[in-house]
T-cell receptor, first 110, second 114 residues
Framework: GQSLEQPSEVTAVEGAIVQINCTYQ??????LSWYQQHDGGAPTFLSY????GLEETGRFSSFLSRSDSYGYLLLQELQMKDSASYFC???????????FGKGTTLSVSS | NAGVTQTPKFRVLKTGQSMTLLCAQD?????MYWYRQDPGMGLRLIHY???????AKGEVPDGYNVSRLKKQNFLLGLESAAPSQTSVYFC?????????????FGQGTRLTVV
């Protein structure tokens, strides 16, 4: 089977940096993605790591270590609008299926 | 530019009734997915399709059927609805496999089975 583990909740203050970790176990691994979902809304794509290393997109960065089956999402210069749920997802079965973790709720306070 | 459109947005069903949820995408994507989202459970994959005429089971397929007769449409059917199927259903599509490209989501269908 497959499983993804990420913390259920993280809290931080505006301007801070927060890291959301994700460990995975899956067959036919095909990369790690991150999605953001605001309350009641549709998930939206943030980043993808197919190879080991760091990918940076503005205030957000994502990291992957395939040997450790581990990745993280790094959010810098936090803003109130970053309060949302964040999901890691893996391409499973050689990438034909996209499987999500249970999500991490990030609360940013002033 | 519509992207992924789900129909309907809300529905209340009685136990035992049937219904079909429609997902339509206008991006010519090969891959399409149906998920359900319940509190604390994240997004769980119900069924998916890797191209027109193909379907495959995901993590929680029981009680659901799907069809992909046209590339742009992916239908999710509930033959005999049960209260346990009360959930928010999301459809998504992507150009390439497994998250290597962005998956686009519809706005969701909020289904209540009473």
């Amino acid at each position: 089977g497959q499983s993804l583990e990420q913390p259920s909740e993280v809290t931080a203050v505006e301007g801070a940096i927060v890291q959301i970790n994700c460990t995975y176990q899956t067959s036919g691994f095909y990369g790690l993605s991150w999605y953001q979902q605001h309350d009641g809304g549709a998930p939206t794509f943030l980043s993808y790591n197919g190879l080991d290393g760091l990918e940076e997109t503005g205030r957000f960065s994502s990291f992957l270590s395939r040997s450790d089956s581990y990745g993280y999402l790094l959010l810098q210069e936090l803003q109130m609008k970053d309060s949302a749920s964040y999901f890691c997802a893996v391409g499973h079965q050689a990438g034909t299926a996209l499987i999500f973790g249970k999500g991490t709720t990030l609360s940013v306070s002033s | 530019n519509a992207g992924v459109t789900q129909t309907p947005k809300f529905r209340v069903l009685k136990t035992g009734q049937s219904m079909t949820l429609l997902c339509a995408q206008d991006m010519n994507h090969e891959y399409m997915y149906w998920y359900r989202q319940d509190p604390g459970m994240g997004l769980r994959l119900i069924h998916y399709s890797v191209g027109e005429g193909t379907t495959a089971k995901g993590e929680v397929p029981d009680g659901y059927n799907v069809s992909r007769l046209k590339k742009q449409n992916f239908l999710l059917g509930l033959e005999s609805a049960a209260p346990s199927q009360t959930s928010v259903y999301f459809c998504a599509s992507s150009r390439d496999r497994g998250g290597s490209t962005e998956a686009f989501f519809g706005q969701g269908t909020r289904l209540t089975v009473v």
